[in-house]
């Protein structure tokens, strides 16, 4: 990932005033002519290194730029036809120190993993009635299945319960006959 502009030329003064400085500690010819702020033009610059305000600033900006070319090598990578299907996987690559072409171009070799295929109208109507033989041959298989005709409520035999609806009926059909006249 390219560096920020700012802390690239930082670390570049840094450099140059090392290497000033080991010259100055082993007695080169260039310490006394080599100095950090000479320029191209043999004239002299003002000091210009960094406090530490402009540090911080310079890593914070860094650090945000660094966050902006992920989240760009993220969306980049997520948002490719390559990654539909593989996202997964895509993930993962995310994880390396890969460019985003790299995964994308990496993505693109990987297999789609296996959709479940979907049935078509006769497969489904084929799949259902299969599926009911098996039933109703299980159900034959078991003898005359128990729907409980004849079970009541009161564990009375059955004809008892007949008796008892029967009773029920008259009772009703006596409550609306006209009482017999007097006379």
Known sequence: MPKSARLEAFRARASEEDT????????????????????ASGGTEEDDSMTDQEIQAAVAAAREEGRKEAADRFNKVLGHENAKGREAHATRLLGRSMSAEEIIDELAHQPLPHAPKALSEDE??????????????????????????????????????????????????NAFKPAPAKG
Do not use: C, F, S
């Open 20 to 39: 000033v400085t080991e010259l100055a500690a082993t007695g080169g010819d260039d310490a006394a002519t080599h100095t950090p702020d000479a320029d």
């Open 124 to 173: 489904q109507r084929k799949i259902a009635e299969e599926a009911g033989r098996k039933e109703m041959q299980a159900a034959m298989n078991g003898g005359n299945a128990d729907i409980g005709a004849g079970a009541n409520a009161t564990d009375k035999p059955t004809a008892a319960v007949a008796d008892d609806v029967w009773a029920q009926a008259d009772t009703i059909n």
